[in-house]
């Protein structure tokens, strides 16, 4: 997923994402970006051509070089900062282990980062980060760290990225929107799931204790059935009308109908259509 990143308005560059930026100039050695906070960026000479222009937009990966320079490529990462990948060890010394992450340069696996000690030739399921200490991208075995203890804000039939992580005796162990540890039981999987393997999944229910139960293959009616009937039983038990709209905060949809943002907008469109209420600027309102 590739995403802007703001600070109290002000557009911020995130190293080891995507970016889009702005050429301020050409020179010999390549083509330098508007880095913003960063300062000038460049995308080496490797990388550009004629059709690149004085104050185009590029679309570009921010990494480090191999001398800790702060630069642009147009190469595609396996995996961005915040997100999780399966990856190969390639090599190893004293610092730890280096994987191959699809950049020129590679990605450090710290020794005190693994889980048990790889060797050359493994894989291994990381987290990538950027370390505030070192202010380099980094790579991460220690999955659960990473992952959020809050509440899952998801709901019922809700399409999620999975990356699957380890098999179990129940099932698969999946990691949910970069975010939420989830579970694929048994009877809901019927094609092979190695580790590190992307793919869409659905919601099937988020439980008591926020455990999530995962399935790869959606009801849509069923889903959009329930959130339907969520949002009409709620209306009537506030005299029809609601200040809750499709701009809402997701935490104000969540406390109100149990429901996530996207799926509750998916549902008005839906319950709008059937002229079953009225969206209105500062709410939704029953027929």
Known sequence: ???????????????????RLQILEKAPQGIYLDGQEL?????????????????????VFILFDSE???????????AQVGEFALLNVIDTNN?????????????????????????????VLVHIYLDNASERITASAKIDKFLDNTPPPYGKGEEVDLVIATKTDLGFKAIVNNKHWGVLFH????QALPQGKKLKGYIKQV???????????KNHK??????????????????GFLAVHDKSEPELIKRTFGLSKAAFKRAIGNLYKQKLIIIEKDGIRLV
């Open 68 to 78: 800790d320079r702060l630069v642009a490529s147009l190469k595609t990462p396996r």
């Open 222 to 239: 069923a889903a959009k059935d329930d959130a339907s009937d969520k949002i009409i039983a709620t209306l009537k038990q506030n005299e």
């Open 187 to 190: 009877n809901e999987v019927n």
């Open 1 to 19: 997923m590739r995403a802007a990143f703001f600070i109290e308005g002000k557009f911020m560059v995130a190293i080891g994402r995507y970016n």
């Open 95 to 123: 610092v730890g282990a280096f994987l191959d992450w699809g950049m020129d340069k590679d990605l450090l696996l710290p020794f005190g980062e693994q889980r048990k000690r790889v060797q050359s030739g493994d894989r």
């Open 207 to 217: 439980r008591r204790d926020d455990k999530i139960d995962l399935c790869l293959h």
């Open 39 to 59: 300062g000038k960026i460049l995308l080496p000479k490797r990388f550009t051509n004629d059709q690149m222009h004085i104050d185009d937009y590029l679309e």
